[in-house]
């Protein structure tokens, strides 16, 4: 399977089973086309001279010869290794290695799109005591195996309303990483309203990565992202958010927001943050009833697509500029990227990552929290809805979706979100084909990048000979 688009100037061609991506002109672009699509060679010929008068039968020889040796190195038009060992590569994921802890069901924000019911999923307000936090920590040692390496990410609602038992477990985790031979890695989840220089200082010496929620210009983030008492967000946090990311140095942290029907310009939102200072971006589209007046909808496809395509323009105008910044799903290792095992196998919810509620209680991931259907147990007596998880494991992979078969993106994206999926479909195994067309686009977006970067690098070479 290949696929070809242009963008920004580039005729690329991705070779989806190999991995390779091919930047051509365009004679050779119509060629590969025909190629794919079986056209005879003397018609391909033909079809050519007759569309570029300029190219003799002898140029697409040569170009036909180029396609035929990278196909012999499996390089383009390259057979699937994979579909017959992806069942064996899921059930990789059986231990497991990352639970997201909601340490706060409540929250201080009164977040229009909430997912999580305004923080309290679906009325299951709550604060996780130092016990329940710690007997998470055990559980996820007891299961994870021979792993050594382990992720917990406080979660809420609002992690800081918990902040003093979120320090403590950071503390007993260093506890147990001495006595268990293991390494934790921890990740605050925070609106930001609560920031303070101890919850700087803390997070910069304790967690891995902290993500802070800003949806990008004031108007925008204003407009969704309210107190309790309805005033808007933006300036109660942007400060904190500046000084953390400022303090954290070469430490993670990125910014996640999310755009809806009421900012599909969302390309200013982006670039609003990276001139923040904030140059670790994401923001996501809105996920949600498609009633609701912020809902997106398939009509805005064209446009959202041009502002992936803005974005992905102005990013590398300010990396040739020596002002660069990151956007998460742009983000992509062309030469080492994921395992082939994680690319297949896809997201680990309900087998590698649980969801723990501030009572013990067991989901698959945390946009499953306050749904019932889907709890899985709890920290004390561990899995006892294995139908729940075997679902996960033995259907969650790239090829159990025909949709994801016949997709060029499907080892870029693993198979997509079972939350979206489920939310949108009632089905964890039907795909959320709007998230599916934005996320195709992205990696157009961001491979057309890699290839773009190459082309800076070359001019940057031949400029110091």
Partial sequence: MIHQYKLNGYNIVIDVNSG?????????????????????RTEISDRIMAKYPDVTEEDVAETLEDIDHLTEEKLLFSEDPFEEVAGTLKMKQSVLKAI????????NMDCRYCFAGKGDYN?????????????????LVENSGSRKHLEVDFFGGEPLLNWDVCKELVRYGRELE????????????????????????????EMGNVVLSLDGRRSTHDRMRHSKDGQGTYDMIVENFKRLAKARGDR???????????????AADVIHMADLGLTETSIEPVVSDPDVDYA?????????????????????KREKEGDPFTFYHYTVDLEGG??????????????????????????????????????????????????????????????TKDECRKCFARLYCSGGCCANNYHSNGDINKVYKFGCELHRKRIECAI????AEEDMKQEKAEASK
Avoid at 24 to 34: C, E, R, S, T
Avoid at 123 to 139: P, T
Avoid at 300 to 313: G, I, R, S, T
């Fill in 20 to 40: 390779s991506v091919h930047s051509v002109d365009d004679v050779a672009y119509d060629i590969i086309a025909l190629v794919d699509q079986s056209v005879p």
């Fill in 252 to 266: 993670q942290y990125y910014v996640r927001g999310t755009y809806t029907a009421y900012n599909k310009d969302f």
């Fill in 448 to 451: 057309m990048m890699k290839v």
């Fill in 338 to 399: 994921p395992c082939i095992y994680k690319r297949v196998a896809g997201c680990g919810v309900g087998t590698e990552y649980l969801a723990v509620t501030p009572t013990g209680d067991l989901y698959p991931c945390h946009q499953f929290v306050g749904d019932d259907d889907f709890k899985v147990g709890d920290i004390w007596n561990g899995i006892t809805e294995t139908q729940i998880i075997d679902e996960f494991r033995n259907r969650n992979n790239v090829y």
């Fill in 123 to 139: 009325n299951k307000k709550g604060i996780m005591s130092l016990e329940v936090g710690k007997r998470a920590l055990d559980f």
């Fill in 178 to 205: 001495k006595t268990h031979d293991k390494i934790f890695n921890f990740t605050l989840t925070t609106n930001g309203v609560l920031i303070d220089d101890d919850v700087i200082d803390f997070t910069n010496r």
């Fill in 296 to 316: 997106l909808h398939e009509e805005d496809l064209p446009q959202l697509f041009n502002e992936y395509e803005k974005l992905a323009v102005e990013m590398l």
């Fill in 100 to 107: 997201c802890l909601h340490v706060a069901h409540g929250c």
